[in-house]
């Protein structure tokens, strides 16, 4: 079975400061790991996906996300943190060489402050 | 094409009744799926279509939950009488088989109101 742990359900920075997300997963077989956002009243906007190619991975608004497969993390950061950048973000697993259904953390909400 | 679209995105009901939501993905993705969100949480799996056959669901589709593909082409999700824990964001996504590591594209959803 697959899973995902968020540390963290609401993280708050300042604008201009460092954002870092976890993410820690669990999978029995190699997985595909993704971090998605979701912004009030919509639906989610994938941000960034590992799928075994590079370790670290770039994404969208700035963000990326490193694969650590001896921590099982999938941490996502972006060096300096802006006002839109507030949102829920997601981490999800999927499994490699199956089809892609999504398993979902709880979320981490990120506020960013003046 | 704008993506996958859900209709209607709000319905407040009463307790007892019948829902029905729609959903028409992205018209080349052969895949569908049906996700739950309940406040505070992340999306919950409910539901895969692959093309018109429904390949898995979820324990969390209880009898009351149906959902269909009848084309391969837009799917509805209905609940019959509706329960206030029914009362959720329903997300509905879609992905192309060939595209194995593949992102779910995601619509922006139907909030279920139950009274």
């Known amino acids: 079975a697959q899973s995902v742990t968020q540390l963290g359900s609401h993280v708050s920075v300042s604008e201009g400061a460092l954002v870092l997300l976890r993410c820690n997963y669990s999978?029995?077989?190699?997985?595909?790991l993704f971090w998605y956002v979701q912004y009030p009243n919509q639906g989610l906007q994938l941000l960034l996906k590992?799928?075994?190619?590079?370790?670290l991975v770039k994404g969208i608004n700035g963000f990326e996300a490193e694969f650590k497969k001896s921590e099982t993390s999938f941490h996502l950061t972006k060096p300096s943190a802006h006002m839109s950048d507030a949102a829920e973000y997601f981490c999800?697993?999927?499994?490699?060489?199956?089809?892609?259904?999504?398993?979902f953390g709880a979320g981490t909400r990120l506020a960013v402050h003046p | 094409d704008t993506g996958v679209s859900q209709d209607p995105r709000h319905k407040i009901t009463k307790r007892g009744q019948n829902v029905t939501f729609r959903c028409d993905p992205i018209?080349?993705?052969?895949?569908l799926y049906w996700y739950r969100q309940t406040l505070g949480q992340g999306p919950e799996f409910l539901t895969y279509?692959?093309?018109?056959?429904?390949?898995?669901k979820s324990r969390l589709l209880s009898d009351r939950f149906s959902a269909e593909r009848p084309k391969g082409s837009f799917s509805t999700l209905e609940i019959q009488r509706t329960e206030q824990g029914d009362s959720a964001m329903y997300l509905c996504a879609s992905s192309f088989e060939v595209d194995k590591a593949g992102e779910l594209f995601f619509g922006e959803g139907s909030r279920l109101t139950v009274l």
């Open positions: 999978s029995s077989v190699p997985p595909y």
């Open positions: 018209s080349e993705h052969n895949r």
């Open positions: 590992y799928t075994s190619a590079a370790t």
């Open positions: 999800a697993v999927s499994r490699s060489g199956g089809y892609n259904k999504l398993i």
């Open positions: 279509f692959q093309n018109e056959a429904q390949l898995e």
